[in-house]
C-alpha cells in the first residue's frame, strides 16, 4: 500500500530530475529545435491559425507544467540552504541564535533585524575609512 511520503518522494525526485534535465544545454537544444521545426513547417502549412495554435498550445502546457516543478525544486533547496545557514549560526561561538528562523517572521521583526545589521555595517565601513580593522564582534 502506497503512503502519501512515497506519493511526495515520487514528486520530489521527479521535479529535481526534470529542473536538473531542463537546465542543460542539450534541452535548451532541443526546444530551439522544436521552435525551428515549427518555423520551417510554417509555409507548408501557410502560417494558419491552426499551425499557431500548435506552438501556443505546447508551450503553455510546458511552462505551466515547468512552473509547479521547479517550484518545488526552488522551495526545497531553499529549505535546505535555511537549514544549513541556521547550523552554521547555532554552531558559531557569539552567533545570535535569535536569527535562526528569519524566514519565518513577519515583515516588521525582520525589517528590524535588518535596520540592526545595516547599522553595523555602517559603521564597519566608517571604521575601515578610518584605517581601523572591521573584524570584530561589537557585541561581545
Do not use: C
Not at 509555409?43 to 506552438?55: E, K, M, R
Not at 512552473?67 to 518545488?72: A, C, K
Amino acid at each position: 500500500m502506497k503512503t502519501s511520503t512515497d506519493h511526495h518522494t515520487w514528486y520530489s525526485s521527479f521535479a529535481k530530475a526534470t529542473a536538473r534535465y531542463a537546465g542543460r544545454p542539450r534541452t535548451f537544444t532541443l526546444a530551439v529545435a522544436v521552435i525551428v521545426v515549427w518555423l520551417v513547417t510554417g509555409p507548408l502549412f501557410g502560417f494558419s491559425d491552426t499551425w499557431q495554435l500548435v506552438i501556443n498550445t505546447g508551450t503553455t502546457i510546458v511552462t505551466f507544467l515547468m512552473v509547479f516543478l521547479i517550484q518545488n525544486t526552488q522551495n526545497r533547496d531553499t529549505e535546505a540552504i535555511q537549514v544549513k545557514l541556521d547550523e552554521l549560526i547555532r554552531a558559531t561561538q557569539g552567533a545570535h541564535n535569535a536569527l535562526l528562523d528569519l524566514e519565518e517572521l513577519e515583515a516588521d521583526n525582520l525589517d528590524a533585524f535588518k535596520a540592526r545589521y545595516l547599522a553595523l555595517a555602517a559603521a564597519a565601513r566608517a571604521q575601515l575609512d578610518l584605517g581601523e580593522q572591521d573584524t570584530d564582534t561589537p557585541e561581545a
